[in-house]
C-alpha cells in the first residue's frame, strides 16, 4: 500500500520517505481497519520527526489521526463502509498512524459512525478530529468556559487556536469576549473569520492590552499554544482568579525560565494543562461539530490541502509557520 514512512530522526521534511509498497495491516481483534480518505498534520508529528519524541522506534509511519471508512470493524459494533475519524491512542508513536492508505487503531480511539453532510468532504472531515476535540475538551474539561467568560488565545492562529475561537463562540459556549493573538498582521482577518472579538499583534508582551480591552479587569480564561516564552506574560493577562491550560508549544520551548508561581499565579490564578490523549472519542462531540460546520455556525479554518506523496512538503510548509489554520493531506 502507499505510505508515507519517518526511517529515522532527526530528519528535515524531505527526509520522509513515500512508497507504494509498505505492507498493508491485517484485521484484527479488537481493532478497526480503516481505509484512510484522508489525515489533519499536527505539530507532534513535527516534533516526532526532529527527534523530540523519545522511546519511539523507526521506522514508523507518522500520524495521529485520520479520518476515512471501516474496510474491517475487528468484532466492533462498525459497519463496512462506515465513515469514522481516529485519534490519538499511540497513533504514529506506538504504532503506524494515519500517513497511509490503510491503518489500524484500537476500537477505543476510533469514533461511532459519522454521518457526513454533502458539503463536508474528507478533507473537511480530516480538518476537524484532533484539532476540534483537543479544543473542546480544553474548553470544556481544562477552563470550564462559560457564558460570562473574557478567554485569551495565546496563538490564535494555530490550528488549535482558531478551532478555540469557533467553538467558544458557537451555541455549545456561547463565551462573551474572545482575544486572539498572532504575531503576524497578515493572519489577523483568519483569527476574525473564526470568530475572535479582538485581535492583537503578539510583541511578547500583551498583558497591558490585554487589561485595556476589558476594562483593567483581565481575561477570566485562556488557553496557552505558544510556550514558555509567553507563560508569564499570559498569567499577567489574567484577572485575580483567572485560569490557564497550556495546551501546546508551537515556540519550541517547553521550560519557562522565568516563571515564578507565588508570583504568577498571585492571588488565586490557576495554571493547568490538556492533552488530547483524555479525550474519549466515542462520547465527545464530533458529530455535533460536523453538523455546526456544515449549517456555517462554525469555520474549520481548512488551510491549505496536499497528496499524501507531498507529506514532505506540508511538513515544510507547516514547520516555516506558513499555515493559517489546518493542513491536510488527501488520499485518492
Not at 488551510?303 to 510548509?317: C, G, I, R, T
Request: some cysteine; hydrophobic content about 40%; proline content about 6%.
Amino acid at each position: 500500500m502507499r505510505a508515507v514512512v519517518c526511517p529515522r530522526v532527526p530528519i528535515p521534511p524531505s527526509g520522509l520517505t513515500y512508497t507504494t509498497s509498505h505492507p498493508k495491516p491485517s484485521p484484527k481483534a479488537g481493532h478497526v481497519l480503516i481505509r484512510v480518505k484522508a489525515f489533519g498534520l499536527n505539530r507532534s508529528e513535527l516534533l516526532t520527526r526532529q527527534g523530540h519524541s523519545p522511546g519511539l522506534k523507526f521506522p514508523r509511519v507518522l500520524g495521529i489521526e485520520c479520518v476515512g471508512e471501516v474496510a474491517d470493524a475487528g468484532g466492533g459494533s462498525w459497519k463496512e463502509g462506515d465513515a469514522v475519524a481516529a485519534i490519538m491512542g499511540g497513533m504514529g508513536r506506538q504504532f503506524d498512524g494515519g500517513y497511509a492508505e490503510y491503518t489500524l487503531i484500537p476500537h477505543a480511539s476510533v469514533s461511532p459512525p459519522i454521518m457526513l453532510p454533502p458539503s463536508i468532504g474528507w478533507d473537511k472531515f480530516a480538518a476537524i478530529p484532533e484539532t476540534f476535540l483537543t479544543a473542546w475538551g480544553t474548553l470544556q474539561d481544562s477552563l470550564q468556559l462559560n457564558s460570562e467568560d473574557t478567554l485569551l488565545l495565546r496563538g490564535g492562529t494555530t490550528s488549535v487556536g482558531l478551532a478555540c475561537a469557533a467553538l467558544a463562540k458557537s451555541s455549545l459556549f456561547n463565551c462573551a469576549h474572545v482575544i486572539s493573538t498572532t504575531r503576524s498582521e497578515k493572519k489577523v482577518a483568519n483569527m476574525r473569520a473564526s470568530g475572535a472579538d479582538y485581535a492583537l499583534i503578539d510583541s511578547g508582551s500583551i498583558a497591558d492590552k490585554v487589561k485595556k480591552l476589558t476594562g483593567g479587569k483581565g481575561a477570566t480564561k485562556c488557553v496557552e499554544l505558544v510556550g514558555g516564552p509567553t507563560v508569564v506574560d499570559s498569567c499577567a493577562s489574567l484577572g485575580p482568579e483567572g485560569v490557564i491550560s497550556m495546551i501546546g508549544c508551537v515556540s519550541g520551548e517547553w521550560v519557562c525560565k522565568e516563571f515564578d508561581a507565588m508570583t504568577c499565579l498571585a492571588p488565586k490564578k490557576h495554571l493547568t494543562m490538556f492533552s488530547s490523549a483524555t479525550v474519549d472519542i466515542s462520547t465527545a462531540p464530533l458529530q455535533w461539530i460536523v453538523d455546526a460546520a456544515a449549517k456555517g455556525e462554525m469555520p474549520l479554518s481548512l488551510d491549505k490541502v496536499f497528496k499524501l506523496e507531498q507529506a514532505s512538503e506540508a511538513h515544510a510548509y507547516m514547520e516555516a509557520n506558513s499555515a493559517a489554520g489546518k493542513v491536510v493531506c488527501m488520499i485518492d
